[in-house]
Nanobody
Framework: QVTLVESGGGLVQAGGSLNLSCAASGDLSLFSIATMGWYRQGAGQQRELVARISNGGNTMYADSVKGRFTISRDNAKSMMFLQMTSLKPEDTGVYYC????????WGQGTQVTVSS
């Protein structure tokens, strides 16, 4: 079992930046072998993939965030990060950390609000 806790959300003006963190605890042997991802869910919308990073560091991004967001991980610290720049109001939502190993483990989410 692994527990994921996100932090770093908040309120920011359009064009600003935020850095999200995801800390894993519990069975940390899963962290280094699992693919990790950031997802977000806007009000009344479905949860969508924002970015994903493999255990080897390969990354992929949703088209809407390419060039603005950067995903990274620190396996030694069992942490994952999302650097968000040039934020837009449409980036607003609850951001979730996820770990994929047999099943998808979710964090509780952190709210990101971008004002225009």
């Amino acid at each position: 079992q692994v527990t994921l806790v996100e932090s770093g959300g908040g309120l920011v003006q359009a064009g600003g930046s935020l850095n999200l963190s995801c800390a894993a605890s519990g069975d940390l042997s899963l962290f280094s072998i699992a693919t990790m991802g950031w997802y977000r869910q806007g009000a009344g919308q479905q949860r969508e993939l924002v970015a994903r990073i493999s255990n080897g560091g390969n990354t992929m991004y949703a088209d809407s965030v390419k060039g603005r967001f950067t995903i990274s991980r620190d396996n030694a610290k069992s942490m994952m990060f999302l650097q968000m720049t040039s934020l837009k109001p449409e980036d607003t939502g609850v951001y979730y950390c996820a770990l994929d190993h047999q099943i998808r483990h979710w964090g509780q989410g952190t709210q990101v609000t971008v004002s225009s």
